[in-house]
């Protein structure tokens, strides 16, 4: 199984609500990332958690709030967001050792704020 | 810092013919590994094929080729027999695994990607 799953596919949310992203694997990947990706844009990285712990964030703002629950598992909180954070968010996993470390990504979720 | 440097926006090819993707990349890391991902309109970034930087010898996968020239610091993709759904953005990406401490976890450095066309 060399699946990530992310859920919901699309969201729709005001600037002013509460929603969470999700993302799982069972592949035993110990590192999870969370990507942003523009239109016509490469993919930035946003986090990684590495063993379920934090270990780059890549100064996004505080609006958006990464949870690793545990190992198979990787959520993104959103809150009080803005149009121009509108994008694809992507999620991979990857071994957390630097032996092949590619990173397997999910379909991502569309994200429109209004 | 890592870049990464894809020269070509766009490009188009025949169907069953051959097509090359370039990247160029700038770093003064002696390992890293280097792949090519596919995103279809379908949005899943896909991973293609990958290169670890102490290999000389070039990666394949099928139909898909790779020239890894260290020292030029360039790694390009051939693309042998294309299909209609090799259509997608491809990106050239870097990693660099930094470890130690807190910050343990692969970084991944993308190119602006080039989109290839397969024409019928």
């Known amino acids: 199984d060399t699946e990530v799953t992310q859920t919901p596919k699309h969201l729709v949310m005001g600037m002013t609500n509460k929603k969470s992203l999700k993302c799982e694997q069972h592949m035993g990947h110990r590192a999870m990332y969370w990507y942003k990706q523009k239109a016509k844009k490469p993919p930035e990285l946003m986090f990684v958690?590495?063993?379920?712990?934090?270990?780059i964030n890549e100064s996004v703002p505080s609006r958006f709030s990464p949870e690793c629950p545990n190992s198979s598992l990787l959520n993104l909180h959103l809150h009080a967001l803005q149009p121009e954070d509108s994008a694809l968010y992507l999620c991979?996993?990857?071994?957390?050792?630097?032996?092949?470390?590619?990173?397997?990504f999910g379909q991502g979720t569309r994200l429109t704020v209004v | 810092a890592q870049t990464v440097t894809q020269s070509q926006p766009e490009m188009s090819v025949q169907e069953a013919e051959t097509v090359t993707l370039s990247c160029t990349y700038d770093?003064?890391?002696?390992?890293?590994?280097l792949f090519w991902y596919k995103q279809p309109p379908s949005r899943q970034m896909i991973l293609v094929i990958r290169?670890?930087?102490?290999?000389?010898q070039n990666a394949t996968e099928n139909r898909f080729s790779v020239n890894f020239q260290k020292a030029a610091k360039s790694f390009s993709l051939k693309i042998s027999d294309s299909q209609l759904g090799d259509t997608a953005m491809y990106f050239c990406a870097f990693m660099k695994h930094v470890r130690g401490g807190s910050t343990s976890g692969s970084r991944l450095t993308f190119g602006e990607g080039t989109q290839l066309t397969v024409n019928p």
């Open positions: 991979a996993s990857s071994q957390a050792s630097s032996r092949r470390g590619e990173a397997f």
């Open positions: 770093t003064s890391e002696n390992n890293y590994y």
């Open positions: 958690y590495s063993y379920e712990k934090l270990s």
């Open positions: 290169q670890e930087a102490y290999k000389q």
